[in-house]
Nanobody
Framework: QVQLVESGGGLVQAGGSLRLSCAAS???????MGWFRQAPGKEREFVAG????????NYADSVKGRFTISRDNAKNTVYLRMNSLKPEDTAVYYC????????????????WGQGTQVTVSS
């Protein structure tokens, strides 16, 4: 079992930055971690993912060059640094984990946090 708790969301102006954190507890060893987001009326979509070692990182095309995912396994924490935020980045952001390989499919993830709201004003 893995428990995930996100933090760091908030209201920011377009062009601003935020850093989301996801604290994991339980059996987080060797997990592949992902960030997803869901805007009102839309499906949940993959944002970024990172392997246990950090050697493999994947991003949605919409955030490449603006968002950076990282992890500190000593602290059991995954981060999502978001720069140059746009109004279309507004959504609830979720942290998720699974024991498999690289995946952008939310159905592959077994563990989810409660989400943190990110709102970008224009």
């Amino acid at each position: 079992q893995v428990q995930l708790v996100e933090s760091g969301g908030g209201l920011v102006q377009a062009g601003g930055s935020l850093r989301l954190s996801c604290a994991a507890s339980g059996s987080a060893f060797s997990t592949y971690m992902g960030w997803f987001r869901q805007a009102p009326g839309k499906e949940r979509e993959f944002v970024a993912g990172i392997s246990w070692s950090g050697g493999s990182r994947n991003y949605a095309d919409s955030v490449k060059g603006r968002f950076t995912i990282s992890r500190d396994n000593a602290k059991n924490t995954v981060y999502l640094r978001m720069n140059s935020l746009k109004p279309e980045d507004t959504a609830v952001y979720y942290c998720a984990a699974h024991y498999g390989l690289v995946s952008s499919d939310p159905t592959h993830y077994d563990y989810w946090g409660q989400g943190t709201q990110v709102t970008v004003s224009s």
